[in-house]
T-cell receptor
């Protein structure tokens, strides 16, 4: 199906473990983004990518790693999960031109 | 600093009424502005995208306007329905590839 998909939908992990959240889009959009959404903070940008092999930090990048070896995939890795990283994570993509964003359904991550 | 503000944080309206949601932004050099809807526990659904060269966009009962000079955008919802209950987010693109989001207005339509 065309669109932007995130996996897993829900994830529980322990403090200190590494966890990777996946994001895949089928439009060949140039731009991809990772946001986290927390009560009281709204949506905050973690990392973004303008094209394959080009990534840049957003507002809250500490503790996260991204890669983009293929245009369609943009995984987000928490190298050593902490409780403060409990959140809902959204991936988004945008093509060039109108810069309209499309969001995935989100991953609810709980770090215990 | 480029900021986006949405006031009020919550709004309750009787079914059938027309309503306006407000969004303000600090930088008039805006590239575009997008309105989203978010249902509880769900992702963001794009409603309308207004380019900087446009004054408004319409989709069904929704109409969004953009006034760069005053730093304001409004989302007008006509003949509100209980199914319109959700959180509405506006987000501004200031030409740096990234969207800056407001904190949203939680809308409740009272049957």
């Amino acid at each position: 199906d065309a669109g932007i998909t995130q996996s897993p939908r829900y994830k529980i992990t322990e403090t200190g473990r590494q966890v990777t959240l996946m994001c895949h889009q089928t439009w060949s959009h140039s731009y991809m983004f990772w946001y986290r959404q927390d009560l009281g903070h709204g949506l905050r940008l973690i990392y973004y990518s303008a094209a394959a092999d080009i990534t840049d930090k957003g507002e809250v990048p500490d503790g996260y790693v991204v890669s983009r070896s293929k245009t369609e995939n943009f995984p987000l890795t928490l190298e050593s999960a902490t409780r403060s990283q409990t959140s809902v994570y959204f991936c988004a993509s945008s093509g060039t031109g109108d810069y309209g964003y499309t969001f995935g359904s989100g991953t609810r991550l709980t770090v215990v | 600093k480029q900021e986006v503000t949405q006031i009020p944080a919550a709004l309750s309206v009787p079914e059938g009424e027309n309503l306006v949601l407000n969004c303000s932004f600090t930088d008039s050099a805006i590239y575009n502005l997008q309105w989203f809807r978010q249902d509880p526990g769900k992702g963001l659904t794009s409603l309308l995208l207004i380019q900087s060269s446009q004054r408004e966009q319409t989709s069904g009962r929704l109409n969004a306007s953009l006034d760069k000079s005053s730093g304001r955008s409004t989302l007008y919802i006509a003949a509100s329905q209980p199914g319109d209950s959700a959180t509405y987010l506006c987000a501004a693109h200031f030409g740096n590839e990234k969207l800056t989001f407001g904190t949203g207005t939680r809308l409740t339509i009272i049957p």
